[in-house]
């Protein structure tokens, strides 16, 4: 059944439980650094190979996933995903962003970099660093992109003193 608030745990558990690898971007990375802002939806960049994408693809059926707006219904597949575009899905549990390549086309071996491992309950799984989401949210030209700098900023200046 679909929801109209994401399940964002759900999403990260099925995820992980395939052993899927991604880094989380976007707001929940955010939420998970401690920023106070609202998000509907869980953005991935997933690392591209193949034996990853047929994880993710497993994962994705799982959560009974299409292509939100397709008339159809239209489902991912593994050529699809291959690709650095965006793939933006709605699921069992939400709204769930996979995204080839962020800005500059930086694909998941270009962010490992520049995220960091967490541990949530049970689950492991990658978020980009906070410092490097503020970079990212300043080089955009989305206006809801802009918004969220200062709050961002504001978060990442709190981290540092603790």
């Known amino acids: 059944m679909q929801k109209n608030i994401p399940i964002i745990d ?7 439980k ?4 991604f880094i989380v971007v976007g707001g929940v990375c955010a ?5 106070p802002i609202s998000t509907f939806d ?6 591209r190979t193949i034996e990853n994408i047929e994880r993710l693809m497993a994962a994705l059926n799982e959560m009974d996933a299409y292509y939100r707006g397709h008339p159809k219904r239209l ?13 933006l899905l709605m699921t069992c549990f939400g709204p769930l962003d996979v995204l ?3 800005e ?12 960091e491992e967490i541990l949530l309950e ?13 970079k990212i949210k300043q080089e955009s030209f989305r206006q809801k992109d802009r918004l969220k700098i200062q709050i961002l900023e504001h978060t990442l200046k709190e981290k540092s003193q603790i």
């Not at 489902?75 to 793939?87: C, F, Q, R, T, V």
Request: net charge negative; hydrophobic share 40%; glycine share 6%.
């Open 122 to 134: 049970d689950m492991k799984f990658r978020i980009l660093s906070l410092d490097y989401l503020v």
């Open 42 to 47: 869980v953005d991935i960049v997933h690392a």
């Open 31 to 35: 939420v998970l650094h401690g920023a």
């Open 75 to 87: 489902k991912p597949d593994s050529e699809y995903l291959a690709s650095s575009g965006h793939h």
């Open 104 to 115: 500059n086309q930086a694909g998941y071996d270009n962010l490992l970099e520049f995220s």
């Open 10 to 16: 759900e999403i990260l558990r099925i995820l992980d």
């Open 18 to 21: 395939h052993r899927v690898e």
């Open 100 to 102: 080839g390549t962020i």
